[in-house]
């Protein structure tokens, strides 16, 4: 078991280096973005940003998860270059229509915004980019069905090249701000699209299979309305903020909400790019239930160790990131929705049950209700507490949509998660946040205790028996491993 444990650990931080590349773009171009362009605008781009997010998510079908669960079952592999083939057409044409239908529309779309002439640009750019990003979304989920982590990880690294060094050229130089970052994407999905396509293409095999389409839009289909809530879940509160405040408030919980996403980034979607094509590698093999379980501990160990260190420094790596003194409210915000990405972490594990039999409906009914729960505690906390009620409303919904995963999906595959230990590393993080606050007046003392908070973290655990006595064992003989020169050879084969 723990075999598999280190091999979904291996691919994960092999996957985390090329999905931070690209996804932490908004936090590595943050001193550029708060020097050249205002608060307002910034709560601009962030709508822009999460409207390309919700229909490129939405638009892909749930082909790319498709194509996961075709490659890795056993009776379909004779049939990979024909599956590949078929829906990869599936996709060229949707997105070419969709790209279509908004560039005929982006001067009605634009004037119901103020400066429509800017955001009609703003709106063309905007669909192309969705186009590219269907694609290059696709080619990225089959090397992944492939288990190419190095080569994932090498394209995204490739992307956020492009988009550093033309972000910096239309941005700082040429001073063009929203249209200059939009371009930037614009760019490096191109060059993403020039990189993949002749290696993916070449494996293809030039059939269409009727019946491979209709099972792939099958499994696919609940998806679609999962990646809808899913992405109106997480971003949608941006347009209810718009609505009832203005977009220098957007602009600050969009801050906010990108550095709490570092732990979405780093650790969420590596892992789940990783664990995913395991899942169903092991699915019904010995132990794979304890596998699942074991995952979920140690990766919300992982979320919860690493949210405390996110929180407890939010207003330090703020300053140190904003030029912009205007934009540092915005760590307030931080801890909440870290803790909602812990549960949202979570929730990719206990939900798994729900792909091995099949259900993603259910996954999508559950989403469906949970989003729409999220607008109405916008709609009520948004208007009376701004930021702070949409992120509370963000905790809120992902705190439940935890609890009703696991429930339904152990109907379907019971897995004997360890909750007991999970509630264990949930209050021990919440409670170790609010420590520093009961030294307000001491900022030296509060740095060197929010350090050493952060180093305890996992020797409080062991106070509360969190540990097993074979995980003690082994950590144990990797320490002597690791002190002992003589034993790397053991420790790290060549």
């Not at 931080?13 to 932490?24: D, V």
């Not at 171009?29 to 962030?46: H, N, Q, R």
């Not at 019904?284 to 990766?299: A, E, P």
């Amino acid at each position: 078991m723990l075999s598999k444990v280190k091999d979904s650990i291996k691919h994960s931080a092999i996957y985390s280096f090329g999905n931070i590349s690209t996804k932490l773009i908004g936090i590595i171009l943050l001193p550029l973005y708060t020097k050249y362009i205002t608060v307002a605008e910034y709560g601009i781009i962030g709508v822009i940003e999460v409207t390309i997010m919700i229909l490129t998510q939405t638009m892909m079908l749930g082909q790319p998860q498709a194509f996961l669960r075709f490659y890795n079952i056993n009776i379909y592999k004779h049939k990979r270059k024909t599956t590949l083939f078929t829906l990869f057409i599936l996709l060229f044409s949707t997105g070419l229509i969709i790209c279509i239908i908004g560039q005929y529309f982006s001067k009605n779309i634009a004037s119901f915004f103020d400066n429509p002439s800017d955001f009609e640009i703003y709106i063309r750019l905007s669909f192309v980019i969705i186009y590219l990003r269907i694609l290059n979304e696709f080619f990225l989920s089959v090397l992944r069905a492939k288990e190419k982590s190095v080569l994932f990880a090498s394209a995204n690294i490739f992307k956020l090249g492009l988009i550093l060094g033309f972000n910096i050229y239309f941005i700082a130089f040429l001073r063009i701000g929203i249209r200059g970052i939009l371009y930037s994407y614009l760019i490096s999905d191109i060059g993403l699209l020039l990189l993949l396509s002749p290696s993916i293409i070449l494996q293809m095999s030039a059939k269409f299979d009727l019946t491979i389409l209709r099972l792939s839009i099958s499994f696919g289909f609940p998806l679609i309305f999962t990646s809808l809530a899913g992405m109106l879940l997480n971003l949608g509160d941006r347009y209810i903020l718009k609505y009832f405040v203005d977009y220098k408030e957007v602009g600050l919980y969009n801050l906010g909400y990108k550095l709490a996403g570092i732990l979405n980034v780093f650790f969420i979607q590596s892992f789940t790019l990783g664990f995913l094509p395991l899942a169903y590698k092991y699915f019904q093999q010995k132990d794979d239930k304890r596998y699942y379980s074991k995952m979920l501990t140690y990766f919300m160990f992982v979320l919860c160790w690493a949210g405390l260190g996110l929180s407890l420094f939010s207003a330090e790596a703020i300053k140190i990131l904003a030029l912009n003194p205007e934009y540092w409210p915005a760590y307030t915000v931080v801890p909440i929705i870290t803790l909602a990405y812990v549960f949202s972490g979570g929730k990719s594990i206990t939900s798994i049950g729900l792909y091995l039999t099949h259900k993603t409906q259910v996954i999508a009914y559950s989403t469906i209700i949970v989003t729409l729960l999220n607008i109405g505690l916008n709609l009520l906390l948004i208007p009376k507490y701004g930021m702070m009620g949409a992120a509370t409303a963000t905790l809120i919904a992902f705190i439940i949509l935890y609890i009703v995963s696991q429930i339904m999906s152990n109907r379907f595959y019971k897995i004997p998660f360890e909750n007991h230990k999970i509630l264990i590393l949930l209050i021990t993080t919440i409670a170790l946040y609010f420590i520093p606050f009961l030294f307000p007046d001491l900022p030296l003392l509060i740095i060197t205790i929010k350090i050493l908070i952060l180093v305890s973290f996992p020797f409080i655990l062991y106070l509360f028996k969190f540990y097993e006595t074979i995980e003690i064992l082994k950590l144990k003989q990797s320490w002597k491993k690791w002190r002992n020169p003589h034993n790397w050879k053991k420790t790290f084969p060549q």
